[in-house]
């Protein structure tokens, strides 16, 4: 029998590791500026992941080296705040 005694729950992640957005918006030139404003200090990675069923919406995957919990953070409240960006899962 298997007993497991943590309670808690947060991933423990280190740092620095790889991270991938997933950046979802209407405008493929928008999505790509926004993220090279965002990520513009940053070696990044941006590809193509999906295209809505109807082509209204593009979604990207964003890779690229966190250092931190509160810079991936950052990232995301960035990207997620940004005017032409959608969603960011």
Request: glycine share 2%; hydrophobic share 25%; charged share 30%.
């Amino acid at each position: 029998m298997f007993e497991h005694h943590n309670t808690d729950k947060t991933l423990k992640q280190e740092y620095p590791c790889q991270w991938i957005y997933k950046v979802i918006g209407k405008c493929q030139d928008c999505v790509k500026k926004a993220v090279d404003e965002i990520s513009r200090e940053k070696k990044y990675t941006i590809s193509v992941s999906n295209n809505s069923k109807n082509g209204k919406y593009c979604c990207y995957n964003l890779e690229l080296t966190v250092k931190s919990e509160e810079e991936r953070n950052t990232i995301y409240t960035k990207l997620k705040n940004n005017v032409d960006i959608v969603m960011v899962l």
